[in-house]
């Protein structure tokens, strides 16, 4: 098993490395950048913050039609001190950076398929978490019309060992076929499960997820998302309801024991923020 | 929280990107005199016409979120003019555009130019466009045009401007050509070249349609459910003499059923269509016939080609000449694993598939274009036998008021059929029946839940678009027109009547008998009756009580409701009724009443170029050719607003191996594209001109008839073939 996914690694750095030098020989150099104020921070179908939170990232890549490799690094910064019985992965009474990511992927397509594969890796900045842990991963999606299914599984590195994978089903209830800004209304279907179990006793592997295996989360998302042009970036506005049932809402970072909590959820999530480069500039 | 209110913060979104101030404005109301001078110097007749090609980087109007915007152009775009003056005086004007559509913001700022030089006010101005829909818009006086005819949106005050300015100078030189003519009018059947995309709809017609409904091959019967009448109307100038029989053509005023649309959505050239082709082909040979001295300063022949009742008649393109539509793809600017979700947005297909659809489309284009223009020489040719200087000229006018109009909806309403696009110009969201599955329908497609019937609603059984949101935020007031430019011109026993609209099949025939019945009442008869459709403006579809029922494209686009057609056709009898019988008096006082315009916040579209560099010339880089295919690359100034109309800029000639000449083209030739290829860069741009079936050429040149403004006209580059 250990054998065979070290093999498995190996094709997918190899895959990335032979793709990335084709990419950085016939692709065009991209980047992106986004900042973005969210109502929470869900993860996995787990709360890691119940308040508001400040998430941006910068990507820098090669691409060439639906084919790119792509580096970039992504923040995760709670903008409110943690409250005692509070949900937060800052300390109680502390606010601020809590997970900066980096990662490696390799995006292509054809037909209506979509796919990405890489690497990345979550460090955590709460005090008691250890500050790396590492995961690649493989999505794929389906773009042949209003419903879109997709399926990803994330396999952590090291001893640890855990397989996570999520599918979902979206479907696209509305999206501006007019000139302006972009307007989309998805509904999305999705469920998680833990396909080991993680290793909760090795300490230098760590990363959150639900204890134990099998389903983690179903989750239903109805979200409109608004994009329109301001000046040389584009301002993103999104909102709606999420309703998930959980096995484990709440990541306890400090206590990684098995404690199951099954949890009815209801959520207007909000997110709004800005990206560049510039979208739909028509 | 219900899925009705979730939906209210789309409507905002969407109400600010389309409820942009109304910027109303009182078009003027152009009369012409009452009684026109007697010339008493016979018929007369004259004929212009004016290059309106705009720069690319415009929309192309007239497929909605499907027209894309242009970066070149194939067969330039003309403003064709004719001006007819009988004995007594009466006049009339006819102006054809290579346009998408029609507009009173046009109509009645040309009959303002050209009323005191010429005497043709807006009720003596017949002002149509051919429908093609690779041409551009950003002109109308309705704000829902500006926005929803093209991907790129916006009304663009300089494009008024250009095109007004264009079309008055194809009217002056028209007017100003005046001389003795003859004319002769007849009529001529062409099958095959259109076919009926809306078939189920019009068999609904019962008894009007009731023995092509029963015919059992569907090929058959929607290529027989069309109007295939060609009315012809041929000008030849005469002599003052009147013992001298001699005559020569200078054109023709032709009216035939067809869309503009035998390009695909996937095209990107300003292009004139069909329609085009059949000017061109008539023009040819008009001029084969007299020749012009390369130092004439006589107009060349024009033919006008006008559409007629063509709302549910499509050219016999060939299915494959039809791309996939843009379909929604994750559209973020690169994938990332962590960040913001994906947005989605509708995507277009990839190059290479719209390269296949074109060059099918291409030879649709020839196909159905040879064919309307072969029956229209045969015609033309015909009518030379019994050319005519006696006929008389008498016109109504009057423009009606539409909200409330007693048969009318008191409101204009868009139906959901009407964006799911036609069968043969589907849109991409064609077939989104639901928004949210069960509770908001959206029917966006043709019947099926397009269909609501509502018991006392004036628009029902029409399912209206993004209902309840489309009258209060999406198009808000004055969104649509509320004002219909209608007229009846009688010419000898030729009836020309003209709509602004797009009048299905049986409602163009529907019409032609209210117009008989009509002129029966007031003493005279009509030999025969054609309608100009996208006339003076532009309503949108206008279909039978019976199609509206169906609520297919035609029947969801139009506007008024399933009284529309019934309405305007007894208003076309009554114009018909007001003009006396032949013999009788003068025609009847026109009504131009006020109109406004509602046009949206203006946009620059055109192109501002920037200078070039001092010194600057245009140049040819490097001529290629193979495969068939020459293609120039130069460089030359950004244009202007004016500066492609301007006249022919590049030409081709080649030989073949045994060094003789086998063809020339210049850019006004379906075989010869130019695009803007890239820049500016330093206020000069790439340019690219491609000369395809050019199979048969070894060797030539290429030769730069004028550059933009800048010196380098008349260089010229050999090349050879590999």
């Known amino acids: 098993m250990a054998a065979g996914i070290l093999s498995f690694r190996i094709g997918l750095i190899a895959t990335a490395l032979t793709i990335g030098g084709w990419s950085a020989a016939q692709g065009q150099l991209v980047y992106r950048a986004d900042a973005q104020v969210a109502s929470r921070y869900l993860w996995r179908g787990m709360r890691r913050t119940d308040r508001s939170v400040f998430q941006s990232d910068v990507a820098l890549g090669f691409q060439r039609g639906l084919h790119s490799l792509t580096a970039g690094a992504w923040l995760n910064s709670e903008l409110h001190n943690a409250r005692p019985g509070g949900v937060s992965d800052r300390p109680v009474g502390h606010w601020g950076p809590s997970e900066t990511d980096l990662w490696l992927q390799y995006s292509g397509g054809a037909g209506h398929l979509r796919w990405s594969a890489g690497a990345i890796e979550y460090r955590l900045t709460t005090p008691g978490a250890d500050p790396r842990a590492t995961e690649v991963y493989g999505e794929v999606l389906s773009e042949s019309g209003r419903w879109i299914p997709r399926i990803g599984l994330w396999h952590r590195t090291g001893r640890s060992g855990a397989t996570y994978l999520e599918t979902g089903f979206s479907f696209l209830h509305f999206v501006n076929p007019f000139t302006?800004?972009?307007?989309?209304?998805?509904?999305?279907?999705?469920?998680?499960?833990?396909?080991?179990?993680?290793?909760?006793?090795?300490?230098?592997?760590?990363?959150?997820?639900?204890?134990?295996?099998?389903?983690?989360?179903?989750?239903?998302?109805?979200?409109?998302?608004?994009?329109?042009?301001?000046?040389?970036?584009?301002?993103?506005?999104?909102?709606?309801?999420?309703?998930?049932?959980?096995?484990?809402?709440?990541?306890?970072?400090?206590?990684?024991?098995?404690?199951?909590?099954?949890?009815?959820h209801l959520w207007a999530p909000v997110e709004f923020g800005v990206s560049i480069p510039l979208r739909r500039p028509e | 929280m219900t899925a009705r209110s979730l939906i209210f913060p789309l409507a905002l979104l969407l109400s600010g990107v389309r409820c942009s101030a109304f910027h109303a404005r009182i078009l003027p109301a152009p009369v012409s005199p009452v009684l026109p001078s007697p010339t008493l110097k016979g018929f007369r007749a004259g004929v212009g016409r004016a290059d309106i090609t705009p720069p690319p980087g415009v929309g192309l109007s007239g497929s909605g979120p499907e027209g894309r915007r242009s970066v070149g152009y194939r067969l330039r775009l003309y403003a064709r003019a004719m001006v007819l003056e009988d004995k007594s005086g009466e006049r009339i004007g006819f102006v054809i555009t290579d346009l998408p559509h029609m507009s009173p913001n046009l109509h009645r700022l040309v009959a303002e130019r050209v009323l005191d030089s010429t005497g043709l006010g807006a009720d003596r101005l017949i002002l149509a466009s051919t429908h093609s829909h690779s041409a551009p818009g950003h002109f109308y006086a309705e704000r829902q045009y500006n926005q929803n005819t093209a991907r790129l949106a916006g009304y663009e005050p300089?494009?008024?401007?250009?095109?007004?300015?264009?079309?008055?100078?194809?009217?002056?030189?028209?007017?100003?050509?005046?001389?003795?003519?003859?004319?002769?009018?007849?009529?001529?059947?062409?099958?095959?070249?259109?076919?009926?995309?809306?078939?189920?709809?019009?068999?609904?017609?019962?008894?009007?349609?009731?023995d092509?409904?029963?015919?059992?091959?569907?090929?058959?019967?929607?290529?027989?459910?069309?109007?295939?009448?060609?009315?012809?109307?041929?000008?030849?100038?005469?002599?003052?003499?009147?013992?001298?029989?001699?005559?020569?053509?200078?054109?023709?005023?032709?009216?035939?059923?067809?869309?503009?649309?035998?390009?695909?959505?996937?095209?990107?050239?300003?292009?004139?269509?069909?329609?085009?082709?059949?000017?061109?082909r008539l023009e040819q040979y008009i001029e084969s016939l007299w020749p012009a001295p390369p130092s004439s300063s006589r107009p060349r022949a024009v033919h006008l080609f006008a559409n007629g009742a063509m709302g549910d008649a499509s050219p016999t393109w060939d299915s494959t000449s039809r791309c996939p539509l843009a379909a929604p793809r994750r559209v973020d600017s690169l994938p990332i694993p962590r960040g913001p979700r994906g947005t989605w947005d509708f995507v277009d297909p990839a190059p290479r598939v719209a390269e296949a659809c074109l060059g099918q489309a291409d030879r649709d284009l020839e196909r159905v274009g040879s064919q309307i223009s072969q029956r229209a020489i045969e015609l033309f040719k015909r009518l030379g036998n019994s050319l005519k200087d006696t006929a008389t000229i008498r016109r109504a006018f009057r423009t009606v008021w539409l909200p409330g109009l007693s048969g009318l909806c008191s409101r204009p309403v868009i139906g959901a059929g009407a964006a799911a696009g036609a069968e043969d110009e589907p849109t991409r969201v064609r077939g989104w029946r639901w928004l949210f599955w069960p509770l908001l329908p959206l029917?966006?497609?043709?019947?099926?839940?397009?269909?609501?019937?509502?018991?006392?609603?004036?628009?029902?059984?029409?399912?209206?678009?993004?209902?309840?949101?489309?009258?209060?935020?999406?198009?808000?007031?004055?969104?649509?027109?509320?004002?219909?430019?209608?007229?009846?011109?009688?010419?000898?026993?030729?009836?020309?009547?003209?709509?602004?609209?797009?009048?299905?099949?049986?409602?163009?025939?529907?019409?032609?008998?209210?117009?008989?019945?009509?002129?029966?009442?007031?003493?005279?008869?009509?030999?025969?009756?054609?309608?100009?459709?996208?006339?003076?403006?532009?309503?949108?579809?206008v279909a039978t009580a019976e199609e509206y029922a169906l609520q297919n494209y035609e029947g969801g686009s139009d506007l008024y409701g399933p009284g529309t057609a019934r309405v305007l056709g007894e208003q076309m009898r009554d114009l018909a009724r007001s003009i006396p019988p032949l013999g009788g008096g003068a025609s009847p006082i026109a009504q131009v009443a006020p109109i406004t315009a509602y046009p949206g916040a203006p946009r620059d579209i055109l192109p501002i170029p920037s200078l070039p560099p001092a010194g600057a010339r245009a140049a040819i880089q490097r001529v290629d050719c193979g495969n068939g295919v020459v293609t120039v690359h130069w460089i030359d100034a950004a244009p202007d607003v004016w500066d492609i109309s301007r006249g022919l800029r590049i030409s081709f000639e080649g030989s073949d191996a045994s060094g003789r000449p086998v063809a020339s083209q210049s850019d006004d030739d379906a075989s010869v594209e130019v695009r803007l290829d890239g820049g500016p860069t330093h206020g000069m741009q790439k340019w690219t001109a491609r000369w395809r079936k050019a199979a048969a050429v070894v060797a030539g040149t290429v030769t730069l008839l004028r550059g933009l403004g800048l010196p380098g006209d008349g260089q010229t580059k050999p090349f050879a073939c590999k």
């Open chain 1, 180 to 264: 302006g800004p972009y307007a989309t209304w998805t509904t999305t279907a999705l469920a998680g499960l833990q396909l080991t179990q993680r290793n909760t006793m090795v300490p230098a592997d760590w990363l959150p997820a639900p204890a134990g295996k099998g389903l983690t989360h179903v989750g239903l998302s109805s979200i409109i998302r608004l994009s329109k042009s301001i000046g040389p970036v584009a301002g993103l506005v999104s909102f709606g309801l999420y309703l998930q049932a959980s096995r484990d809402s709440v990541l306890r970072l400090r206590s990684s024991s098995a404690a199951t909590n099954r949890l009815l």
């Open chain 2, 158 to 210: 300089r494009m008024v401007d250009f095109l007004v300015t264009r079309i008055s100078a194809a009217v002056l030189q028209a007017y100003g050509s005046m001389a003795p003519a003859r004319i002769a009018w007849d009529t001529t059947t062409i099958v095959g070249a259109t076919r009926n995309r809306s078939f189920e709809a019009h068999c609904r017609n019962g008894a009007d349609r009731a």
């Open chain 2, 212 to 280: 092509i409904c029963r015919t059992p091959t569907v090929e058959y019967a929607t290529t027989h459910a069309v109007d295939t009448v060609l009315i012809m109307l041929r000008v030849d100038s005469a002599s003052a003499d009147p013992a001298v029989q001699e005559t020569r053509p200078i054109g023709a005023l032709s009216v035939f059923a067809v869309h503009g649309t035998v390009n695909p959505t996937t095209n990107t050239l300003l292009d004139a269509d069909v329609h085009g082709i059949v000017e061109r």
């Open chain 2, 443 to 541: 029917g966006v497609e043709e019947g099926g839940s397009a269909i609501q019937v509502r018991e006392g609603v004036c628009q029902s059984p029409k399912r209206e678009l993004l209902d309840p949101l489309q009258s209060r935020f999406v198009v808000g007031e004055h969104g649509f027109p509320e004002t219909a430019q209608m007229s009846v011109v009688r010419i000898g026993s030729l009836v020309i009547a003209t709509a602004p609209a797009e009048p299905t099949t049986v409602v163009g025939a529907r019409w032609r008998r209210e117009i008989e019945a009509g002129a029966r009442m007031a003493g005279w008869t009509p030999k025969a009756i054609g309608i100009i459709s996208h006339a003076n403006g532009f309503l949108q579809y």
